[in-house]
């Protein structure tokens, strides 16, 4: 189990090496010249004000020294300088990540708690209303386009029955709670200040069901599909023929088997809803990455983009590690 | 022997049984149709006694046993019958008595140890669990006991067992641990469906053992199914012979060995080639035609006319199953008649008795008119795989499949190839075959040097050197039909260039293996087992081979159709001169067919002997070991029979023991056995043995 453990964490330590290698190859392949893209016409004219420009930004160095100087930064927090912004990237991204974090993180906890045991119980009960209930909900959730959904919710609930409120993470007079960790959820607790919980609690409620629905759709899907497959497993026959609950047989000797799989879709699901919420934060005004993210890729502003994509990465390589690590938790296959 | 308790007399068993089972029927409501896997049974079992269940594969075994604890699911359903159990009605209990019973008062133990136990859950709490379910023990002293039942199950270490995992242990282990679970609460009955066949013979004889042990200490009543009638002969005391769903034959295990008064019985017995019998001339065994009956339409005479080799006007009535003597009773209009069974059957004829060559030629003086030179010379043969590593920091590990392996094969001979599973047997056959590369050694197949040659320099002998396969459901290509599977060959070899060509040679090769040869047009899946295994076999014979290589050719199959197939392979070497080297575990069968055989432990060779020297006079003790294990479908020789019971499992193949390979189970081991390899060396003609001590044991 150690070695398995410093195992996965090497393999992490240099994936992630490589991704800030590729990501600043790519961000420096780039066809646009940043600079041109924003300084204006008549600066952008003048060729000792673009090299002046260049020299500031580094951009006159050989492409390798511009990596270790990258690199070198990367290690130390630092991700260079927004040109859109003129602030620290990380600065930039901290502002904006808790917000993406907490739709995220509430829209995959609601697909988990829904679609694990909806998917459960229409294996159980197979061919029955829940099966056709889980089936249409995964459906439903897999094939409507989010920008979509995200318009008919809004236009429904917030727009015609007005039982839900607008776009943004609270009301537009209302102000944030004290930033502690910058999830509003958790930072109004802390203040004690329950009406903003409120506040932000409701206006959760439309876009982390638009983010949750695809991934609420597949979770169903899978943990059907893994229990049905288990269920007829020989070793459930076995604990049949022990004598137990049926309960207990499917909760102590199927669950832990249908669950592997859903670890690595869930793992998944969720490094995707944390880095793909454009959509969702566009149509609800939601102050998060994904916002930030289109407008530094419009603007060409390259700090920026390399160290999202950065963070993207890294996203993933984390949570990969921790889906490779509850594997061996749950698996005792996986490691020794 | 003293452990078995003498068949208890049939009066005694009706005062009280522990299961009364009568005129059971288990229906499956498939789309297709209704199949009636169970029809009509009804059987009884008295307290402490050993029942034992034959038939082939689809006979409704099974699914017997499944309804005695109605663990069945949809669409399978019981219509009609009773079973009782210690006087209870079972099919008439709530879900939550039935509970109560299941793996308390009754328990069972299924086939495959590797799919039985749940992978993710420590053993602890696989055994506890039966336990405090039943509310016999507390957590705490159902772990205690846990362990002390791992131990009389045989596992050695048990304190560390129960904390590991399934996949930590072999299937051998994996078993005792399903039989410590099934006799947690002491059950009055346990059922064992086929616990051994998924098992090497010698880990199968351990089984076996403990079986019986837990019948004399525990007075267990044991339910037995198994398709090997030797199983059964060593354990059983009375027995079912299930037939399409049917009783066919019940009596003592003794009386229907030796005197069936069912002819399916009596093809049962004698398809099965015998470790204490010679084989007869001409080698051929009984092997009655066809295949089971379809289970969607069941013909309304005896459903075992259209294979029967007794059939009578009367059998297209169905008949009783009905007493025809002293605690037997059979399913058929002849027996009850009172005609025996004993007089060979009419020929069991083939579709088509060919010419056979001239029998008066004895094998010596075929021998000396071929050449004498080996068709096939093997040295120093290595192959070791590389493992996946576990982990990225982790060596590269190797098994050692194959290591170090002579072998030499003459023209027209049959050698044997016999070894527990994973010893490296399919890996040799593919070595020589040229499927895998070899790390060493030297292959010279007709003179030719092929173990390093490019793919090339081997395709033109490839036409000379075939393989057939084990599974022959999985080695035929389902989307082709029968006669594009062997056009394929033959137009790759340009032995048939013109269409018509090849619809004669075709016609020609169904024919060879008794297939209809109109039967080029169906697909693989159209056939049954023993079919297909034909085909594969055409297919082999195709590009016209001297050598094929037949890596388990009938261990997926029932023996009867076992029989067919080895009846079949030893008819094509008369007419066509070939030389096989046959792959198998089943010893029996090997020294039925083989000339020399081969005994193969953890990738290198054992021994080395004529078919009947080896049986006769074994020099390695792992050999007389693997034969002792054997068992042998005659009750009173089973009970008679000294037992040699080889202790442990086989050694991993990732890192073999130092010295000979065989001494971490070798009783005979001394210092030297740890430190120098025993070379393979002749001890008499033709006899070699890889032993410091040949012949000591
Ligand atoms: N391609 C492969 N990669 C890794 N290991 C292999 C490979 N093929 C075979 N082995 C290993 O080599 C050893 C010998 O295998 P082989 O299939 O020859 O055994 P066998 O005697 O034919 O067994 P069985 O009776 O179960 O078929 C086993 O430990 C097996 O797991
Ligand atoms: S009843 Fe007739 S067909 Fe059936 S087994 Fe007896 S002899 Fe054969
Ligand atoms: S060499 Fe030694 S350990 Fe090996 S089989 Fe012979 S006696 Fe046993
Ligand atoms: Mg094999």
Known sequence: MPRYIASRLAVTAVMALLATLVIFLI??????????????????????????????????????????????????????????????????????????????????????????PLGMLAAIKRDSWVDHLARAVSLIGVSSPTFWLAFIMLALFYGGLQIAPGPGRLDPIAFSPPTVTGLFLIDSLLAGDVATFRDAATHLVLPSVVLAAATLGLITRTTRASMLDNLHQDYVRVARAKGL??????????????????????????????????????????????????RSAEALDFPAIMGITLVVALTYLVINLVIDLSYAL???RVAR | MPDMRAPAPPSTIAATPVLAVSDLRTQFFTDSGVVRAVDGVSFTVGSGETLGIVGESGSG???????????????????????????????????????????????????????????????????VETMVAHGSFGEKEATERGVKLLGRMGITTPKRAINSYPHQFSGGMRQRVALAMGMSNEPALLIADEPTTALDVTIQAQILELLRELNRDFGTAIVLISHDLGVIAGLCSRVLVMYAGEIVEEGPAEAILSHPKHPYSWALVNAVPRLDREPVAGKKLTAIEGAPPDPLSVTRGCRFAPRCPFRIERCAEHPELLEIGIARKSRCWVTQAGVGLDTPAPAPSPLRDRAKPPQTLSREQRD?????????????????????????????????????????????????????????KSTLARLILRIHRPDAGSILFEGNEIAQAAPAAIRPLRRRLQMVFQDPYASLNSRMTVAQILEEPLRFHGLATTSTECRERIAELLETVRLDPKSGARYPHEFSGGQRQRISIARALAVKPNFIVADEPISALDVNIQAQILNLLLGLQEELGLTYLFIAHDLSVVRHISDRVVVLY??????????????????????????????????????????LRLAGEPPSAVDPPSGCRFRTRCPLAERICAEIPPPLIEHGQGHFAACHFPGKF
């Open chain 2, 602 to 643: 953890l990738g290198k060779v054992a021994e080395v002997a004529p078919a009947k020297d080896l049986f006769a006079a074994p020099l390695h003790p792992y050999t007389r070991y693997l034969i002792s294990a054997l068992p042998i479908p005659d009750a009173s020789i089973e009970r008679r029979r000294e037992r």
């Open chain 1, 245 to 294: 609950r049926e309960r207990r047989i499917v909760n102590g000797h199927v669950l832990p088997n249908a669950l592997i799989p859903i670890v690595t879709l869930g793992g998944l699901a969720y490094a995707n809803l944390l880095t793909g919420a454009v959509m969702t934060e566009t149509v609800f005004s939601w102050p998060g990455l994904g916002r930030y993210t289109f």
């Open chain 1, 27 to 116: 961000a420096n392949m780039v066809p646009g010249d940043p600079i041109l893209a924003q300084l204006g016409d008549v600066a952008a004219s003048n060729k000792a004000f673009v090299a002046e420009w260049r020299a500031k930004w580094g951009l006159d160095l050989p492409l390798w020294e511009r990596y270790l100087v990258f690199l070198k930064g990367v290690l130390h927090g630092d991700l260079g300088i927004s040109i859109a912004s003129q602030r620290p990237v990380l600065e930039d991204i901290a502002q904006y990540a808790p917000a993406t974090i907490e739709l995220a993180t509430v829209g995959f906890l609601l697909s988990l708690l829904i679609g694990v």
């Open chain 2, 61 to 127: 075994k099974s699914v017997t046993a499944q309804s005695l604890m109605r663990l069945l699911e949809e669409p399978a359903r019981i219509v009609s019958g009773s079973i009782l159990f210690q006087g209870r009605d079972v099919l008439a209990m709530s879900h939550a008595e039935l509970r109560k019973l299941r793996g308390a008062g009754m328990a069972m133990v299924f086939q495959d140890p590797m799919t039985s136990l749940n992978p993710v859950l420590r053993i602890a709490r696989q055994v």
């Open chain 1, 330 to 332: 749950l698996d005792p």
């Open chain 2, 368 to 424: 000396q008119e071929i050449d004498p030179s080996p068709l096939l010379e093997v040295k120093g043969l290595v192959k070791h795989f590389a493992l996946p590593k576990r982990g990225f920091l982790e060596p590269y590990r190797h098994v050692h499949a194959v290591d170090g392996v002579d072998l030499t094969v003459k023209r027209g001979e049959t050698v044997g190839l016999v070894g527990e599973s994973g010893c490296g």
